[in-house]
């Protein structure tokens, strides 16, 4: 997540929501996302919310799954003063920072608590982002045996020049490795792939991606890569030492990219990602772009519950201290009024191939897909049957094409 | 006073009475009174100076000497009222003060006529000076004189005024006092040990320079029993007392609720209050011959004021008005439009107030497919449109964009009919028989040094050398004949670039000429961008055409589509650059969850579309259309 949190209000200290988060909760999902601060060193692109160990002063990584377990317990509290109803969680997702920075008898017991917490539906899927060099084997069993089913690995690239560029340690040639034992333990695979790195070419992008469909995952996400204010990266592209990403070169990977996977069997369920069918899309990942409720534990995590948005303070060292202190680490939040839910529906379900209905455009928006299939960035056809579906050359300009979608 | 004993007159400067005994006290010991002063005793005099050359500050100092104006209520540069005026250092609209003094026993009044510096205002000046005997030239010691000076000196000459030749701020360490002392005695005859010296700073001569207005200047002649005429020299609007009419009595007097008569329109109206500013206004009983003074008549419209203007007596009016009234001629035109379209309306109001003080400030509304509603304004000059423009946004609060300047032209058409063009959207279609537009005679005064480089400006916007003089050993005066339209178009910013700030420029009309010229339209997608159109001459078509091209495929960010950006004359495309489509605008990811951000981020673009100007399906940022207006894209590309 972004090192910058949105300005709203602040969150209470009690975590209290309001009684208004219980209409339609019984056809909400409910999900966990449990943040993990740590890196080992932090890449040069990167301006996500975590921390390597000289920048955590204090907050001491050993503690950390005991304070989010304690979130975990404070959050089944205001769910229940809320009267939400009971719900199975449907959906798990470690992500980081690097969730396999902690000893994997750590995420077991996070896992644990949220299973013991809330249950866990028959099929749920718990998934952890993982470094390719961050663990083995025997690592990857232990997780499968506690309970995961999914591991995504942040692989990036095949080419060590990129590698190198975006500051990534690992050799890429331990992906194959990797995905073979997380393989072999039962989990599914996903690989996470950026584009457009400074200096990578049409060819490199080309390799990286034949490398990652050998290994057959059964889930891939291609990000391009976004320059953000404060990195690393952003200094040495002000100061001229690298290159400022093509968007029209990246335009050209993305192209390639689903031409590739497509022919590999894969198909796109939302911008940036692509499952070998249906089953294997992340439908965490889904739950975001739908709507889903969810509660994210950790330092600067966001959570949704009906219609309420909020975020935990950022820096580890603050949270450990709500927490010990039995406050909620809530930093800001947002109550959404109508209108302002209807705009994140236009906005998040266009992403996805299932679409978004029609009928939550207004009278000008709707006009505007008429303009919008007549300049080729939305499926006429499903358009017809009431769906705004975004084609190839729609889910390029998908930031586009939400503006006109929202005219006013 | 000579130089030596000046350090001793400092103490008159800061308003303590002289010790030096043999002199008269510096102020009078009592005013004459205002309607019946002996025109004998009356002296009329202005100062003519470059704008920075120090003449606000020189009034200042000879208000306080004189003891019009205390210290307490001294505020630098008194005459100058607005705040544009005072920051810019320049006096756009005259005022006149009446000042006691008193020289070998008898008591003067010293009305002094504050005239505007800028050649844009050159028939505001040359009334001001009809109504002096005699002026001020004042020439910064560090400086010389300027090319605004030499014209306005040539007015006062043209109007027989007794000159006296000053020069300020020797107190400066860059002063040249002996040089421009020859410098300006050369110009006007005499000898330089006679130019006087002085320091508006410090008050250095300036008790000395009233003893030869009194001294040099002649006195006031009218015909006191005749009915009554009153020059019209300044128009001034005030919020509170509607018009204050400024005017010079050549002839009979003027009373208090009397009738009066403006000769030009045969208006009439109540003096409701008549009287002198000393320097606030004072009424007084009326006005004489010769003397100076204001007149409100509760109108509140300059228009009906007209500077140039005769009034007299309705009662019994004069046969003949004075001579020299002419009506104000825009030379200049421009769009001003709101950057908000919403602030129309506020324009449309400030403009109506602004007329009710800027009698030369003509407009009406006018619609651009780029820039929205606003009006094409007409000015007497770059000045006064910049002038203009500044009161708009300060004084209004409103944020402007203005099209490129234009001129009057008029065009021919092959059927014979000839149509008069102050903006490119009235050039007519089809086959041109003529195009006339009006010429300048320009004089640029620069140290010698930059003649080369000033020529080769000159030739490049069709300037014709008519001449050139040496004034001193290392200035030179160059006389050209020019288009006015080559001139609006950043020739005076050239000028200063190319010269390190020294060269000055002064132009007078001098007729029309026919010349070969075109407009030349910017297409964007095919569709003219009425803001961009320009009247240039033929060989310098393609030159504008490749530049606004260039520039706009800079500034306008890249659609869903390919845009092609083109310059035309007609049908003919004359240059082409080419936006190609955009293919990415999407946000790879939401981070973990923070939907916030990316609605946030939404909203943002959204708002930012909203100051968005649809040219055909083009979205054009209003930001380009300033840029491409003001050149930004080249300036920022020598940085």
């Known amino acids: 997540m972004p090192s910058a949190l949105p300005i709203a209000d602040p969150a209470p200290l009690d975590g209290a929501l309001p009684a208004s988060v219980v209409s339609g909760a019984a056809e909400r999902n409910f999900g966990v996302y449990l943040h993990v601060p740590f890196c080992r060193v932090r890449c040069g692109y990167c301006d996500f919310n975590t921390y390597t160990s000289d920048e955590l002063r204090g907050a001491r990584r050993t503690d950390y799954a005991g304070q989010a377990i304690a979130e975990v317990a404070m959050a089944r509290g205001i769910l229940e003063r809320a009267a939400l109803p009971e719900r199975p969680v449907s959906t798990v997702f470690f992500g980081g920072g690097t969730p396999t920075m902690l000893p994997v008898t750590d995420l077991a017991e996070m896992l644990a608590a949220v299973a013991t917490t809330w249950g866990l539906e028959p099929g749920a899927e718990v998934t952890t982002e993982a470094n390719p060099d961050s663990v083995d084997a025997d690592y990857l069993s232990a997780l499968a045996a506690a309970g995961f089913t999914r591991v995504s690995f942040g692989m990036q690239s095949a080419v060590p020049r990129v590698l190198a560029t975006l500051e990534r340690t690992h050799d890429p040639e331990r992906i194959p490795l990797v995905v073979e034992w997380a393989r072999a333990a039962g989990l599914q695979v996903s690989l996470d792939l950026i584009y457009g790195t400074p200096g990578e070419t049409i060819d490199d992008w080309r390799a990286s991606l034949e490398h990652a469909i050998a290994q057959k995952p059964d889930h891939l996400s291609a990000y391009s890569l976004i320059v953000e204010v404060g990195t690393k990266l952003a200094r040495q592209i002000a100061r001229g030492e690298v290159a400022e990403p093509d968007e029209d070169l990246q335009a050209d990977m993305y192209e390639l990219a689903d031409a590739l996977l497509t022919e590999a069997g894969y198909e796109w369920y939302e911008v940036s990602n692509w499952a070998s069918s249906p089953d294997h899309a992340s439908r965490h990942n889904m739950a975001y772009w739908q709507g889903q409720d969810w509660w994210g534990v950790g330092p600067g995590a966001h959570s949704h519950v009906g219609g309420v948005r909020w975020w935990n303070v950022k820096h580890p060292a603050a949270y450990a201290e709500r927490i010990a202190a039995g406050q909620s680490p809530g930093a800001g939040r947002e109550e959404l009024d109508d209108e302002t839910r209807r705009i994140e529906r236009v906005l998040l379900r266009t992403r996805i191939r299932s679409g978004l209905d029609i009928a939550e455009l207004t009278t000008d928006g709707r006009l505007a897909v008429a303009g919008l299939i007549a300049d080729g960035l939305i499926d006429g056809r499903a358009a017809i049957h009431g769906v705004v579906e975004l084609t190839m050359r729609g889910r390029l300009l998908a930031d586009a094409v939400v503006r006109r979608l929202l005219v006013d | ?639």
């Open chain 2, 1 to 639: 006073m000579g130089r030596t004993d000046a350090a001793a007159w400092e103490n008159c400067a800061t308003l303590t009475q002289s010790t030096t005994e043999e002199r008269v006290s510096p102020r009078a010991s009592k005013a004459l009174e205002p309607a019946s002063t002996d025109p004998a005793f009356i002296r009329n005099f202005c100062i003519i100076a470059h704008i920075d050359h120090g003449k606000s500050t020189l009034a200042d100092r000879m208000l306080q000497i004189t003891g019009v104006v205390s210290d307490r209520d001294m505020r630098a540069q008194y005459l100058d009222r607005m705040d544009i005026e005072r920051e810019r250092g320049i006096t756009i609209k005259s005022q006149a003060v009446r000042m006691p003094w008193a020289e070998d026993g008898q008591t003067y009044a010293l009305n002094m006529i504050d005239t505007p510096g800028h050649v844009d205002f050159t028939y505001e000046v040359s009334r001001s000076l009809a109504a002096c005997e005699g002026a001020i030239l004042l020439v910064d010691a560090a400086q010389g004189i300027e090319a605004q000076t030499l014209a306005n000196l040539y007015l006062a000459l043209d109007n027989d005024l007794t000159i006296i030749p000053v020069l300020n701020k020797i107190d400066l360490p860059a002063a040249d006092p002996d040089k421009n002392a020859k410098e300006l005695a050369g110009l006007i005859g005499g000898d330089p040990a006679d130019v006087l010296r002085v320091s508006g700073k410090t008050g250095d001569g300036v008790e000395e320079l009233l003893k030869r207005v009194v001294e040099l200047i002649p006195a006031p002649v009218g015909i006191k029993d005749a009915p009554a005429r009153a020059m019209i020299f300044d128009s001034v609007y005030d919020a509170y007392r509607g018009v204050i009419t400024y005017v010079r009595m050549i002839d009979g007097t003027l009373s208090p609720r009397e009738k009066v008569m403006m000769m030009s329109t045969k208006s009439t109206h109540e003096l409701l209050e008549i009287g002198v500013s000393a320097p606030e206004p004072t009424p007084t009983n009326g006005l004489g011959v010769g003397e100076v003074g204001y007149l409100i008549t509760g109108v509140k419209d300059v228009r009906l004021s007209k500077v140039g203007d005769t009034v007299t007596s309705f009662a019994k009016p004069a046969t003949v008005a004075l001579k020299g009234y002419s009506e104000p001629k825009p030379m200049v035109f421009s769009g001003l439009y709101p950057i908000d379209g919403s602030d129309y309306p506020v324009l449309r109001e400030a403009l109506d107030k602004l007329k009710l003080s800027d009698a030369a400030l003509v407009y009406e509304p006018e619609t651009s497919v780029a820039l929205g509603f606003g009006f094409r304004c007409g000015f007497l000059g770059l000045l006064h449109l910049e002038i203009v423009t500044e009161r708009l946004e300060r004084e209004f609060g409103l944020d402007l964009i203005a099209t490129a300047p234009s001129v009057i032209y008029q065009v021919t058409t092959d059927d014979k009919k000839t149509v008069t063009v102050t903006n490119p959207s009235e050039f007519p279609g089809g086959k041109i028989a003529s195009v006339s537009e009006p010429i300048v005679k320009a004089s640029i005064l620069a140290p010698k040094d930059y003649v080369g480089t000033i020529m080769e400006l000159c030739q490049g916007r069709r300037g014709t050398l008519q001449g050139m003089e040496y004034l001193g050993e290392d200035r030179v005066e160059l006389h050209y004949t020019m288009p006015l339209g080559e001139i609006v178009f950043d020739f005076f910013d050239h000028l200063k670039s190319r010269t390190q700030g020294y060269a000055s420029l002064d132009y007078e009309p001098i007729g029309d000429q026919d010349a070969d010229l075109v407009k030349v339209d910017i297409l964007l997608q095919g569709e003219a961008v009425d803001a961009f159109s320009a009247i240039v001459h033929k060989d310098n078509a393609y030159a504008y055409g490749v530049l606004m091209t260039e520039r706009l495929k800079k500034l306008i960010p890249r659609q869903q589509f390919e845009v092609p950006i083109q310059a035309a004359i007609g049908a003919r495309i004359i240059a082409r650059e080419s936006i190609s489509a955009m293919r990415k605008d999407v946000l790879a990811k939401c981070y973990g969850g923070d939907i916030t951000r990316k609605r946030k981020l939404l909203e943002k673009q959204k708002e930012g579309k909203k100051r968005m100007k649809m040219v055909g399906r083009v979205e054009v940022p209003q930001e380009a259309f300033i840029a491409a207006l003001s050149g930004e894209t080249e300036k920022k590309e020598k940085k």
